[in-house]
């Protein structure tokens, strides 16, 4: 069993079928890609990951506790932390006290700067916050409004931002969209390093095919809301099932 279990989601939107009999387990420590056309389900079955959505039927546990119905900041204290399409943070504070403001939350539950209460409470949070950003190479622009940052620093920010939260499961919604080849390539290297320094699993949707076959361990594809193959990426790539979704080729035996 893995340390995340999809087991028989179905999902509609009124006369569409977005997700049908979708079967997904992933292995814990694992780097496990889900692919797909556009219109295959991918962000849809993502949002039932996180809680956002919730299945017509079926389930999802991770690390054998249900995800459904649960509230955002509940996702969060199981261990399970999403990086969205676009980087989510906070503009007009300074890099470090986005990263800061994590740190408060898995201390007290509150997702906002606020005062210290003591002085060692201050250098406690300082000292995580620098150190998360060293390990994403972004402790030389600690003081930088984050608003100002090229795309790939917001993301290896909003990196830091999840890592800081000490996940299990790392959930990756296109992370190297609307980036140049530079910062692709950087934010490959940048999970590599993740995945090499921490016991994390990560789930990752991209249609960057490098990106994919770069990280990916296993391979789910998806088409018109339904898997079509999981396997290796040396065995997917090629595959006639994979071609036919991609391409609209004939799937051959």
Known sequence: MGILEVKNINKRFGGLQALG?????VQENTVHAIIGPNG?????????????LIPDTGSVSFDGQSVLGRKPHEINQMGISRVFQTPEIFGDLTVIENVMIPCFARRDGSYRMHAFETVEQEADIMSEAEHMLKDVDMLGKRDMHAASLSRGDKRRLEMAMCLVQQPKLLLLDEPTAGMARADTNNTIELLKQIKASRDITMVIIEHDMNVVFSLAER?????????????????IKGHPKVREAYLGEQAVD
Request: hydrophobic letters at 40%; zero cysteines; proline letters at 6%.
């Open 21 to 25: 009999d979708v079967n997904l387990s």
């Open 219 to 235: 391979i789910t594809v998806l088409a018109q809301g339904t898997p079509l193959v999981e396997d290796t990426p040396d065995n």
């Open 40 to 52: 295959a389900g991918k962000s849809t079955l993502l949002n039932v990951l996180v809680g956002k």
